[in-house]
């Protein structure tokens, strides 16, 4: 083995030791049925997030006195650090914060925007996916910066310090990011920096391997220093301009200048006697999950049983309901006029049980709704590599965020020196002219819209729930398949999480994806019979849904955070 090998090999395994003492120490016994060890039970909060270390990170900040948000943007920063093909600077996404202080729920939107300069016809979706051309302008930083400057209690310094210092001195590179590279590796070697950075001397690190990222950690110091202004008006907006632009993008330094992280109202609905909160467009997903659940409610589902094949077609059907209203009239709201209010109400949901299927499932598409806006012809979907952190703290507060880069190492663009890939969310847009009644038609200006939907739970008009997935248009039927687990069926979070999954998830026909050895012969047999066509995967898959979720049990002030094992989350308390 090479010298280097060698010493990274016996400090990586330092860096476990230490890493695994602290969690053992912070968390008490696990939940039952944990049987992965990716839940985490405690009395002074918790953070559920994609990776042991920037889950520690977010636990070490409330232990420090630090709220929700500061502990949820300094494990987003770290989650950049830690899983840098799904999220980071490059990218984007939606934060749902609830403050005790004053009852206040605030929503914090900083999905990218088009260029100014970009016209239909000008993006090709083929040639152009892997290059900077389809980069929309980064909004991450800004959106967390904007949270913590509102509603944060620490200094930028302090958040995100963390970060940093992982970056710096390194972390166990996981199993899933070490696939990432080697799944994707031809294509990345090809992006200039790469190499130097994800190999060993040309050989891919690999699980176990201390990874370290120094460029990013100089980015992120400078972040830390200089604010949003570094980022979006400073030296390194022009370097992030300059390194696009001679990739071929349109990104100019007045596109970065004129950003801005939108507050918007949340959304809501309740839910058998607890309240639901969560995103507003341009996310399509929060309106899809609250429509779905207020059909849902009209079914006994606790009577069909848990998982049930009555259970699972009405579950789904009500899902591809709500998915196909999110299609035809959910786009950016500075751009259309949304019936939002409509879509999430409880008259309207009666109107569309009255279209719901009672033997068979619809063979096509579920029908859009009748509602007094022109409907939008709908096109793109976004990417299933997004990352969801949830945070509940010691003082009431409660955030649950999530941050994407699109699709899979997004555009497969870096600027080097820079250490972070940029987003592919040009390629969510439709470019072509004849459809322009796309609710994705690229116009200058524009938000990307998302299926993302970072969502709050609340009992008695406190909350009790932090949750939120990845996966694209497994987002809402897996938030609403947990919230059903906890709420209906009597199931602690973990358990909940870890649950067998079966989501309708096409938007095109009645393909069902199902984790198949985890359901018997006579269920699949019996979702055949209703007319699925059944997709299977492998056990715990990420096709359905990555679970980050915090529930908080008042009469004890226990904290039971889950994480996902379908996509290696880990939660600490």
Request: hydrophobic share 40%.
């Amino acid at each position: 083995m090479k010298p280097r090998k060698l010493l990274a090999l016996l400090l990586s395994l330092v860096m476990l030791m230490s890493l695994s003492a602290t969690a053992l120490t912070e968390s008490a016994p696990a939940m039952e049925g944990d049987e992965f060890g990716n839940g985490a039970v405690g009395t002074h909060g918790g953070v559920s997030s994609c990776n042991p270390y920037s889950s520690q990170i977010g636990i070490d900040i409330l232990k420090a006195g630090g709220n929700a948000v500061d502990a949820a943007v300094a494990t987003a920063f770290a989650i950049g650090v830690v899983e840098p093909n799904l999220s980071g600077v490059g990218g984007c996404g939606m934060m749902n914060i609830y403050l005790k202080e004053g009852n206040q729920y605030k929503v914090l939107e900083y999905m990218e925007t088009v260029p100014a300069a970009v016209e239909p016809g000008w993006f090709d979706k083929k040639a152009d996916a892997a290059t900077a051309k389809n980069v929309a302008v980064p909004s991450q930083v800004h959106g967390l910066l904007t949270a913590l400057e509102k509603y944060g209690t620490m200094s930028r310094e302090e958040v995100m310090a963390p970060a940093i210092k992982l970056a710096r001195e390194g972390f166990n590179m996981d199993s899933r990011l070490a696939s990432a590279i080697t799944d994707n590796y031809d294509i990345l070697t090809a992006v200039k920096g790469f190499t130097e950075l994800y190999t060993d001397e040309g050989i891919p690190y690999a699980e176990g391997d201390l990874f370290k990222n120094e460029q990013l950690a100089d980015v992120l110091e400078r972040i830390a220093k200089g604010g949003i202004e570094e980022f979006y008006t400073g030296s390194l907006a022009q370097e992030v301009v300059d390194g696009l632009r001679a990739g071929g993008s349109l990104i100019t330094m007045d596109d970065m200048a004129i950003y801005t992280t939108a507050e918007r109202e949340a959304i809501r609905t309740t839910y058998h006697g607890y309240e639901v909160v969560t995103v507003p467009p341009p996310s399509n997903g929060g309106d899809w999950l609250l429509e779905m659940l207020n059909i849902l409610e009209h079914y006994d589902l606790k009577a069909m049983g848990f998982n049930t094949p009555e259970y699972l077609f009405t579950f789904n059907e009500a899902s591809r309901m709500g998915l196909a209203d999110s299609y035809a009239f959910i786009g950016d709201p500075a751009f259309y006029d949304l019936p939002i209010a409509q879509m999430v109400s409880k008259e309207y949901a009666a109107e569309r049980v009255k279209l719901m299927p009672t033997e068979k499932v619809f063979e096509g598409p579920a029908p859009s709704g009748d509602l007094p806006v022109t409907k939008l012809v709908p096109t793109g979907e976004d990417g299933k590599h997004t990352s969801h952190i949830a945070v509940i703290d010691q003082y009431g507060n409660i955030v649950s965020t999530t941050n994407t880069l699109g699709l899979g190492w997004g555009a497969k663009f870096m600027i080097d020196g820079l250490g972070f890939f940029f987003n592919s969310h040009i390629s969510n847009m439709e470019h072509d002219p004849a459809k322009s009644d796309s609710p994705d038609y690229v116009m200058p200006g524009k938000r990307v819209r998302s299926t993302i939907s970072p969502t709050l739970v609340l009992k008695d008009g406190e909350p009790i729930m932090a949750i939120g997935s990845p996966g694209s248009l497994a987002i809402p039927p897996a938030i609403a398949a947990v919230i059903n687990n906890v709420l209906l069926f009597d199931m602690n979070i973990q358990q909940a999480i870890n649950a067998p999954r079966a989501l309708a998830i096409s938007r095109f026909d009645s393909k069902i994806t199902v984790e198949e050895k985890r359901f018997d012969e006579e269920t699949l047999k019996a979702l055949e019979d209703y007319g699925y066509i059944l997709n299977p995967v492998g056990d715990y898959s990420s096709a359905v849904g990555g679970i980050a979720a915090i529930y908080l049990d008042r009469e004890n002030n226990t904290f039971y955070a889950g994480g996902d094992p379908r996509r290696n989350y880990k939660a600490l308390a």
